[in-house]
């Protein structure tokens, strides 16, 4: 399974802007990066994902570097409610990985007021 | 659109029982994921069915069964419980699976073996 490597936790400060790094060495050109985040006593839900260009949406922006091998997610405003773990995670190509989502540990982002 | 539901939110069950769990996607969804969330292991894929068929299995012993309805509700099984089994169980659900597609997760079913 493709693997990707996150901090165990990251903090910041209320309304500043938060970066949380994954480094995905062994992707492969097919291999889509997603994002997810859990809040607590919640399921995961998707924040962003992207290939090769910079994606933005409402929630967030994808960073990825020219070699693909790691990737960074921008929160531009943390607010007490982006407190969660947040998931790096390889979407694989291919009859054998639909519908697969294969989770790592996660960064847990705590947001300090 | 209504989301993702799940039920029962809750159940306690004994070892060697078994147990059905069930999941209504978002309509319109046809692929539905299930997978186990534990303190040790993380997330986990249990599998994943479309149209009926299921295309995708994790690591899972025998005891860890689903099912999917022409309608895409999905239920999924686990037979002679073990303590090992308490977990929250998640189902998700996209419109075909494919590595573009956003999964959408339910709340939930938190089972608890005594």
């Known amino acids: 399974d493709a693997k990707t490597t996150q901090p165990n936790s990251m903090e910041s400060n209320e309304e500043e802007p938060v970066h949380l790094p994954c480094n995905h060495s062994?992707?492969?050109?097919?291999?889509?990066i997603h994002w997810y985040r859990q809040l607590p006593s919640q399921g995961p839900e998707y924040v962003i994902h992207g290939l090769t260009s910079n994606v933005n949406n409402r929630m967030a922006s994808l960073a990825i570097a020219e070699d693909r091998k790691s990737s960074t997610l921008i929160l531009h405003r943390a607010t007490l409610r982006d407190a969660a773990v947040y998931y790096c995670i390889l979407r694989l190509t291919g009859s054998s990985n639909t519908g697969k989502l294969i989770f790592g540990q996660g960064t847990t982002l705590q947001v300090k007021p | 659109k209504a989301g993702v539901t799940q039920t029962p939110r809750y159940l306690i069950k004994t070892r060697g029982q078994q147990v059905t769990l069930s999941c209504s996607p978002i309509?319109?969804?046809?692929?539905v994921s299930w997978y186990q969330q534990t303190p040790g292991q993380g997330l986990q894929f249990l599998f994943e069915y479309f149209s009926e068929t299921q295309r995708n299995k994790g690591n899972f012993p025998g005891r860890f069964s689903g099912r999917q309805f022409s309608n895409s509700r999905s239920e999924m099984n686990v037979s002679t419980l073990e303590l090992g089994d308490s977990a929250l169980y998640l189902c998700a659900s996209s419109g075909s699976g494919a590595s573009t597609d956003t999964q959408y997760f339910g709340p939930g079913t938190r089972l608890t073996v005594l």
């Open positions: 309509s319109g969804h046809r692929s």
């Open positions: 062994t992707i492969s050109g097919t291999d889509y």
